[in-house]
């Protein structure tokens, strides 16, 4: 079976072996080095002034900004599934709310956050997805950011890349905390969580707010290269080794024009067989299509093709379905799920088959490569 959600993603064979060995005590020299050298290549991969890991699910590295960064009122941005969690996770913590909700393919408009900002002196941190993986949805966080900071540098900026770090190269010039997950672009197990920091993030945090969720204690030992509590040993084994082959395979910058130039051969693929692309401005961590056979369309590649896409949830239940694009993937896998979708629409007697997904896939995705050699 192809792994084609948007989180969890494939762990590649040579991590899972990495990942296999004897569990190491965390309290030694041994796993100190491993997660020094799992540091350094993380502040390369973040480019912000702190970077901190955390073993738990995405969800509580975005509580953890949330309670350490936001003191007062929390604006945060809502325009899916991830988005609402954030504000949920305000609620949770009797911290005051202001919302921009959104149908889930819009991105927030920088005007909107702007009047908001300006409207309510009292907020003092923005949340925000990078990229929604509800609805595959890429918000203008930079540019959201930058405007933010000129009204008034010391709102915290929040952003959850969980499904953008690893995907695309991001610009922190103007976010205070930036989210990652071990099991969407990272390609790991789901259980680690990472943060990335500024400066003025950590001189906000002060001694910290919680307790597991501390990030003033964890900030403290991680510089030592250890952890507050228990590490995720074995995760952070698979990540230096994830991290490790995106260096041999040329690099961050390598990984991010290869996912680039998948996401937009599936979605030109896609599109020449007639099918829609649902977000307004698509992150480039998947590939989302509306579909009045959305349903069909998925379980007919799961059972037939071996290939697993997300469904949508809510209120999208049954009308999006979602392709991952994360990670290392191989072009040929990419090339099996959109033909495939092509033979299903043949099937279901929507169009004739003519091999044109896979064509418009190979013209798309190779072109750019041989007009630069
Ligand atoms: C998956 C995801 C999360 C939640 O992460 P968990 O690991 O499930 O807690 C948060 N934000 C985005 C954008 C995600 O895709």
């Not at 099991?183 to 910290?208: H, N, R, T, V």
């Not at 995720?232 to 041999?248: D, F, N």
Request: net charge neutral.
């Amino acid at each position: 079976m192809l792994l084609f959600t948007p989180g969890p993603t494939p762990v590649p064979q040579n991590v899972r072996n990495a990942m296999a060995g004897e569990t190491i005590h965390h309290r030694t020299s041994e796993f100190e080095a491993i997660f020094e050298k799992t540091r350094k290549y993380l502040f390369e991969l973040f480019t912000t002034d702190e970077v901190v890991m955390m073993a738990s699910s995405g969800t509580g590295a975005m509580e953890s900004a949330v309670i350490n960064l936001c003191h007062n009122t929390l604006l945060n941005v809502n325009s899916g599934k991830f988005g609402e969690r954030f504000g949920k996770i305000a609620k949770a913590h009797r911290l005051d709310l202001v919302e921009i909700k959104n149908e889930w393919d819009t991105p927030v408009s920088v005007e909107a956050v702007v009047e908001a900002v300006k409207a309510n002196s009292d907020i003092d941190a923005v949340a925000v997805q990078i990229s929604e993986s509800a609805g595959g949805l890429r918000h203008p966080v930079e540019e959201l950011a930058k405007a933010v900071k000129e009204i008034n540098p010391e709102i915290m900026i929040i952003a959850d890349g969980i499904t953008a770090v690893g995907v695309e190269r991001i610009d922190v010039t103007n976010i205070d905390c930036l989210i990652a997950g071990s099991q969407k672009a990272l390609m790991l197990p789901p259980g680690l969580a990472i943060l990335g920091l500024s400066s003025a993030a950590i001189a906000k945090i002060g001694k910290g707010h919680g307790y597991y969720f501390n990030l003033a204690s964890e900030i403290k030992k991680q510089r030592q290269n250890t952890t507050a509590y228990t590490a995720a040993t074995t995760l952070i084994i698979g990540l230096l080794e994830v991290l490790e082959t995106i260096k041999k395979e040329g690099g961050f910058g390598v990984l991010y024009c290869n996912t680039a130039r998948r996401a937009k051969a599936t979605r030109a693929a896609l599109e020449a067989i007639g099918l829609h692309s649902y977000p307004k401005a698509p992150a480039r961590s998947m590939t989302t299509i509306d579909d009045k056979d959305a349903s069909k369309i998925r379980s007919i590649l799961k059972e037939e093709y071996g290939v697993n896409v997300a469904g949508g949830q809510d209120h999208l239940k049954g009308k999006i379905f979602r392709i991952n694009q994360m990670g290392l993937i191989a072009p040929y896998e990419s090339i099996w799920v959109v033909n495939a979708i092509e033979l299903i629409l043949h099937r279901m007697g929507r169009l004739k088959y003519a091999g044109l997904a896979s064509k418009v896939y190979n013209e798309t995705y190779f072109k750019t490569a041989l007009e630069k050699k």
